[in-house]
């Protein structure tokens, strides 16, 4: 089957780097994509790693490594505002859906 | 203009009722899908559809049924409702490249639609 796994909580203070991790299980991998969730908002996508290395847009990274089957969020210079749900996801292997992980909760504090 | 938009935000109905849920995009995609999310933030794929495959969650009931007027709507029937059908459903679309993998399928999510079955 294909599952996620990521941690369920991280907490950090405002100004720091956190990053959030995301193993993986699946066939025909399509790449790691990336959402962020506000509290009562919708899921929005934040990043994509197709390929190995590191992509990189704005304040936020992500990273994969294909055979470790392994990715993270790197989310730089804190803000409160950053305090939300994320989520990694993958392609279903049949059709185009996502396939997520639980989410991790991150609440940033002053 | 909102890019996904579902109606109705908040659904609040007894069991045994039968409701819909309707989402409409403006983006020009070729594919929606009906995502579920339950009250620990477990998001999870319902429906996927284009004007030619409809893919279903073999976990999903029966009493679900996607119903699509058109390709930019992708509407929720269910039936029967119960009361662990309470949670929010997400409606989103995509744009699937030629050959059916997307380079990144960006899923856009609309905002939602929190439903409470008493």
């Known amino acids: 089957g294909q599952s996620l796994e990521q941690p369920s909580e991280v907490t950090a203070v405002e100004g720091a780097i956190v990053q959030i991790n995301c193993t993986y299980q699946t066939s025909g991998f399509y790449g790691l994509s990336w959402y962020q969730q506000h509290d009562g908002g919708a899921p929005t996508f934040l990043s994509y790693n197709g390929l190995d290395g590191l992509e990189e847009t704005g304040r936020f990274s992500s990273f994969l490594s294909r055979s470790d089957s392994y990715g993270y969020l790197l989310l730089q210079e804190l803000q409160m505002k950053d305090s939300a749900s994320y989520f990694c996801?993958?392609?279903?292997?049949?059709?185009?859906?996502?396939?997520f992980g639980k989410g991790t909760t991150l609440s940033v504090s002053s | 203009d909102t890019a996904v938009s579902q109606t109705p935000k908040y659904l609040v109905t007894q069991m045994g009722n039968d409701k819909s849920i309707k989402c409409e995009q403006n983006l020009g995609h070729d594919t929606m899908y009906w995502y579920k999310q339950d009250s620990k933030k477990f998001l999870k794929i319902m429906f996927s559809y284009n004007n030619k495959e409809l893919i279903i969650n073999e976990t999903v009931p029966n009493r679900f049924s996607p119903k699509s007027p058109d390709k930019a709507h992708l509407n929720l029937h269910i039936n029967s409702l119960e009361l662990g059908d309470s949670a929010v459903y997400f409606c989103?679309?995509?744009?699937?490249?030629?050959?059916?993998?997307?380079?990144?399928?960006?899923?856009?999510f609309g905002a939602g639609t929190r439903l409470s079955v008493l």
């Open positions: 996801a993958v392609k279903r292997q049949a059709g185009t859906a996502l396939i």
């Open positions: 989103a679309s995509s744009h699937v490249l030629a050959g059916g993998a997307p380079a990144k399928n960006i899923q856009y």
